[in-house]
Structure formats: C-alpha cells, structure tokens
C-alpha cells in the first residue's frame, strides 16, 4: 500500500485567508491529482500533475507537483466560504488504480 | 467526463442483513471501482469491476463479503453481505478515464449505509 499522508488534517480560516495543504509520500507516482468532495457527494477531479516539477493554477488554486514525483502541494489565495470541503490528493501508481491521502477538511468561515 | 448514477443515495440497515448498491454509467467503461469511505475517512479501493471477469480485490476485501457483479459496460453492482455497525460508511462507484495524460476517476454521489 502506497500511504499519501495529507497536511494538516483539518483547517479552519476565515475568509479572505491564504493556506496550503501538503500531500507527501515516499512513493514515486506517474501522476498526482486533487479532488475536493463535498458533504452528500462523490469527490470532484480539481487538478491533475504529471511532471515532476510542474505547477498549475486554476483560478485562485495553485498546485505543484514535487521533483522527485512523490509530493504536492495546493495553495488557495483569498479563500472563499465556497471553498469549504475535504480535499483529497490521489497518486497514480501507473496499475490503473489510485491511492487515496488522508484528507484535509477545510472550513472557510464568512 | 461521464455520468454516474448510485442508488439508493442512503439506507438504514439491521445487522446480518446484505444489501445491493447499484451503478450505472451513461457511457461505456471498461473499469469500474468501488471504493469505501468511513465516517470522517478518506477512500479506500475495495475492487476493480472488470466487466466479463471476476473482480479484482485489495488486500483486506473478499468476494464473500462483498460480491460484485459486472454485466455490462455500463453497469455494476456491490453488495454488502451480512452486515454489521463496522460497514457503516459511505460506498462509492467510480469510473476511470484519461484526462491531461493521466487515469483520473469520475465518481458517483455514493450511497450512506448505517447499520444498527
């Protein structure tokens, strides 16, 4: 089992907040994604990262992906209350299947 | 990205009961996994649904405890046999595709089961 630890557990800012949320591994992964799920709902595909290195923004979501391929990180600037949720980093192994992190709940408060 | 549909969204169950969770696509896939969310947890894969061959399951899941079914490429089924409070969790379909290089999963709304 290939462990994704998340950073930290769980969060809780006030609007307008900066905050990043860590994914760390001591596995190697072909790719590195983020979903966030929301309560009632199946996780949402955010990002996905395939090169060690990279770095990608959506809007006010940055992510990276670490050289060596084995962390990431997801930085969110002015955090808005539509921001609450638990966020989830997933490694791909290269078998077709995914490894779940440990999760980060955030909440953003009005 | 396709569309998954999970019935039922929620249900309460007795111990030593079995219950059948269901699936359906809006397109044709080739895998199809099912995954285990405890309360305040993250995922855990319980098996890849392949369909035409036995599913495929993670360490710490068997086919007795959790038989699955495949007949189709846009359909599958999970039951959860002989029930305790421990299967109380959240049970989520999902679907792989690629998207920017990479396999990234499309998930179902999933279906919370309490047992009491």
């Known amino acids: 089992t290939q462990l994704l630890e998340q950073s930290p557990q769980f969060l809780s800012i006030q609007e307008g907040e900066n905050l990043t949320v860590y994914c760390n591994s001591s596995s190697v992964f072909s790719s590195l994604q983020w979903y966030r799920q929301e309560p009632g709902e199946g996780p949402v595909l955010l990002v996905t990262v395939v090169t060690g290195g990279e770095v990608k923004k959506l809007k006010r979501l940055t992510f990276q992906f670490g050289d060596a391929r084995k962390d990431s990180s997801l930085h969110i600037t002015a955090a808005q209350p539509g921001d609450t949720g638990l966020y989830l980093c997933?490694?791909?192994?290269?078998?077709?299947?995914?490894?779940f992190g440990t999760g980060t709940r955030l909440t953003v408060i009005p | 990205s396709a569309v998954i549909s999970q019935k039922p969204s929620r249900d309460i169950c007795q111990r030593g009961t079995s219950l059948t969770i269901q699936c359906q696509v809006d397109?044709?896939?080739?895998?199809m996994f099912w995954y285990r969310q405890q309360p305040g947890q993250s995922l855990t894969l319980i098996a890849t649904?392949?369909?035409?061959?036995?599913?495929?399951?993670e360490s710490g899941f068997v086919i007795d405890k959790f038989p699955i079914s495949r007949p189709n490429l846009t359909f599958s089924t999970l039951t959860v046999s002989n029930m305790s409070p421990e299967d109380s969790s959240i049970y989520l379909c999902?679907?792989?595709?690629?998207?920017?290089?990479?396999?990234?999963?499309?998930f179902g709304a999933g279906s919370r089961l309490t047992v009491l």
């Open positions: 649904a392949n369909q035409g061959s036995e599913a495929t399951y």
């Open positions: 997933a490694g791909d192994p290269g078998a077709n299947n995914l490894f």
């Open positions: 999902s679907v792989g595709q690629l998207h920017s290089g990479a396999n990234v999963l499309t």
């Open positions: 397109s044709q896939v080739t895998m």
